[in-house]
């Protein structure tokens, strides 16, 4: 019955719209917490959260798609998964052809926004974003509390990822334990403390290591918590609490260990679909809602636009056909993979009942299956592959065709420029190598090149060295790349740990036309 009436809604929403009349005019926040795994939302360690989810929907058996940043935000914002995206690696984004949620909130009307540089890098491109840099979020929701047009805004709060540093208030728990440590294990705490990747195999952690690396996490966790206490505080202050509907979930899970490792796949570079990596908090605040609810029912970060759609009473996007089971993908370094055109392989992931099939397959290499029995092991610490060749069989039929079309996503090219007068960019800002301090970007961010005002350009970039080099493209119109005000919080974890960074720029599909490369070198 339940079904029955839930198709009755959505043919219902279907015929309004075709009717022409308007969709809800609410706005949307979604705000995407890094690397927060769903068991520490609880009442205890945030109590902010938890009192302001008296009022929201809690969803207790939510999970993320993958296992690294881009997928997982491209499923949040658009509802689609990781088979449909095509973003494994950088370099890659979803086809442009391809209509979004955002884009067709923007046609009726809507402003949709980001306010942080990092968003208009390449695997977001094509989500109907706009992105706004240099802009305090309170701000901006504070001059748009009051105004007619409806808009969405996407926030993404980093400070949960690695490294753990979370501020003096926060590290009580690690301090106690941090007196019991001895030099290398100092050392090696350090390194959780002030890198922002680890790659499997560069410390060899022990398990003394795991409270103290716990608790560095956890105190970020509750940092964040006190900084969602304000933001809800102002939330219903400036009165976006009555007309906004409010998205709380993370971006994906984080390993402490339990595979060997801490972090995700863009900071282990060995990706994978284990449950502390997928099981997500998700909360959700709607306007009128004044009762709180605890969901049971299984969701994933496909889930969100369908339900934002039908409260918006715009009509469903097509499913895909074998919908219904939770499936998830991942590269096995993400983002930071050495050659985003051919990862070093893929994981894919199945679950139907309680039941979970894992593929994992390394380039060149056979598909692997893993197989677990989630009510009786949910720790995934009994692999029953070999035990149950008949289920792995069975559910194979569904998953290993997934796994074996993520290898056929080649990186994204650009079609090449149809202009013939086209000159060699020269770098105006900065105009030749040089080293930058934090002090130098404080206050913006921004490189500038001769050429056409109105021209397509890609900036082409290496960073670091050995197991931390990571490369790839900026795809800019005009002749300015402005990155924003930069925090000092992102500058120490994203940009200063690789210490020098090579750049070039050349009009889009014109290589031979590159700059000379210039190379910043970071002092902290």
């Known amino acids: 019955m339940a079904a029955v009436a839930a198709l009755a809604l959505l043919a219902a929403a279907a015929l309004w719209w075709r009717g022409g009349t308007q969709p809800h005019q609410l706005n949307i926040i979604f705000l995407t917490v890094e690397s927060w795994r769903a068991e520490t939302a609880e009442p205890g360690r945030m109590p902010n959260l938890f009192r302001a989810a008296a009022e929201g929907s809690r969803y207790v058996s939510h999970r993320a798609i993958s296992a690294w940043t881009a997928p997982n935000i491209i499923g949040i914002l658009t509802g689609l998964s990781p088979i449909e995206q095509g973003v494994h690696a950088r370099g890659q984004s979803i086809d442009a052809e391809r209509d979004v949620f955002l884009e067709d909130l923007s046609a009726n009307g809507w402003q949709v926004a980001g306010l942080q540089s990092f968003m208009a890098i390449d695997v977001f491109r094509s989500l109907g974003l706009t992105v706004e840099p240099k802009t305090d979020p309170f701000a901006w929701l504070a001059a748009r509390s009051h105004a007619s047009k409806p808009f969405v805004l996407w926030h993404h709060y980093l400070n949960t990822h690695l490294p753990y540093a979370p501020s003096k208030e926060y590290r009580g728990p690690y301090s106690e334990l941090a007196e019991e440590l001895d030099s290398p294990a100092r050392a090696r705490l350090d390194v959780v403390q002030t890198s922002s990747t680890i790659p499997t195999g560069t410390v060899a952690f022990e398990d003394g290591d795991i409270p103290a690396v716990r608790a560095l996490y956890l105190g970020g966790v509750a940092e964040f918590d006190a900084w969602f206490g304000k933001f809800w505080e102002f939330f219903n202050r400036s009165g976006l609490r009555d007309t906004t509907i409010l998205v709380v979930t993370a971006d994906h899970g984080e390993e402490l260990f339990e595979r060997g490792n801490v972090g995700h796949a863009s900071t282990t570079r060995a990706g994978h679909l284990h449950e502390e990596i997928l099981r997500v908090p998700l909360f959700i605040w709607r306007p009128g809602q004044r009762g709180g609810a605890v969901v049971e029912e299984a969701t994933d970060h496909t889930d969100i636009v369908p339900m934002l759609r039908s409260q918006l009473g715009l009509p469903p996007r097509q499913k895909a056909p074998d919908d219904g089971y939770y499936f998830a993908a991942t590269s096995l370094s993400g983002y930071t993979e050495a050659n985003p055109s051919e990862p070093s392989g893929f994981e894919a992931a199945l679950i139907q009942g309680s039941w979970k099939l894992r593929l994992r397959q ?133 940009v200063a740990p690789y210490r020098q960074i090579k750049l070039r720029v050349m009009p889009e599909g014109r290589e031979h036309l590159a700059s000379k490369w210039i190379e910043l070198t970071f002092e902290p």
């Open 362 to 494: 390394l380039r060149d290499g056979p598909a692997v299956p893993h197989l677990y029995d989630l009510d009786a092991d949910p720790d995934e610490r009994s692999d029953l592959a070999e035990a149950e060749p008949d289920r792995v069989a069975a559910m194979s039929q569904t998953l290993l065709p997934k796994l074996l079309s993520l290898w056929r996503r080649a990186r994204t090219d650009q079609s090449p420029s149809t202009s013939v007068d086209v000159a060699r960019p020269e770098w105006t800002t900065p105009s030749a190598s040089r080293t930058v301090r934090y002090a130098d970007i404080a206050d913006g961010a921004r490189l500038q090149w001769t050429g056409d005002p109105s021209g397509q350009y890609v900036v082409e970039y290496r960073a670091g060295d050995g197991p931390f080099a990571l490369d790839g493209v900026l795809d800019v119109s005009g002749t300015t790349k402005d990155f924003g005000t930069v925090g000092e919080f992102y500058w120490r974890t994203w």
